[in-house]
T-cell receptor
Framework: DTGVSQNPRHKITKRGQNVTFRCDPI?????LYWYRQTLGQGPEFLTY????????KSRLLSDRFSAERPKGSFSTLEIQRTEQGDSAMYLC??????????????FGEGSWLTVV | SQQGEEDPQALSIQEGENATMNCSYKTSINNLQWYRQNSGRGLVHLILIRSNEREKHSGRLRVTLDTSKKSSSLLITASRAADTASYFC?????????????FGKGTMLLVSP
């Protein structure tokens, strides 16, 4: 097990294009999270899944953002009609929420998005 | 919105010195966690302290939690140049309606050789 894997690590796209990021969580983890981080700020929560159910999506930044987790395994985060303000690092994380772990969240290395 | 506020925003020390970072938060929590982030990389989990714990140690790290003051501190003893990174506190809140972590803006630590 190599931890949470994200790809691509870097993406440069033109404004108006759609982008999709993929996240493969730690295999036994039932929860998967997406965060966004801009320079000088801490990670900002976007959405999370418990298995295949998306339990919270109200923090997604606009209706241009959507996430899926088919079959409760990997997840994708799609941004449609990208804007320059979408430039940020998108972090995926996973956890095994139980009493022993206390919901320790493990992060991937992030996917950098630059919209030009 | 960001629940935790780290203090100071930046800290510069010499190798061998201790580094102390503080975190304040606003709502009741299940636990509080500290993470480290090297520039441009993902976050690495350091330590979790539950709401019924007051102090916890892990190697050169010591974390305290004061739920009456809604504050926590992270102490790194005998710092090394490799400790240079940003450090974030994150709260797992009881009243968020869902269980996730809310992060502060972080403390940027620079340890000079």
């Amino acid at each position: 097990d190599t931890g949470v894997s994200q790809n691509p690590r870097h993406k440069i796209t033109k404004r108006g294009q759609n982008v999709t990021f993929r996240c493969d969580p730690i295999s036994e983890h039932n929860r998967l999270y997406w965060y966004r981080q801009t320079l000088g700020q801490g990670p900002e929560f976007l959405t999370y899944f418990q298995n295949e159910a998306q339990l919270e999506k109200s923090r997604l930044l606009s209706d241009r953002f959507s996430a899926e987790r088919p079959k409760g395994s990997f997840s994708t985060l799609e941004i449609q009609r990208t804007e320059q303000g979408d430039s940020a690092m998108y972090l995926c994380a996973s956890s095994l929420a139980d009493r022993a772990s206390g919901n320790t969240i493990y992060f991937g290395e992030g996917s950098w998005l630059t919209v030009v | 919105s960001q629940q935790g506020e780290e203090d100071p925003q930046a800290l510069s020390i010499q190798e061998g010195e201790n580094a102390t970072m503080n975190c304040s938060y606003k709502t009741s929590i299940n636990n509080l966690q500290w993470y480290r982030q090297n520039s441009g990389r993902g976050l690495v989990h350091l330590i979790l302290i539950r709401s019924n714990e007051r102090e916890k140690h892990s190697g050169r790290l010591r974390v305290t939690l004061d739920t009456s003051k809604k504050s926590s501190s992270l102490l790194i003893t005998a710092s090394r140049a490799a400790d240079t990174a940003s450090y974030f506190c994150a709260t797992d809140a009881t009243d968020s309606g869902y269980s996730t972590l809310t992060f502060g803006k972080g403390t940027m630590l620079l340890v000079s050789p």
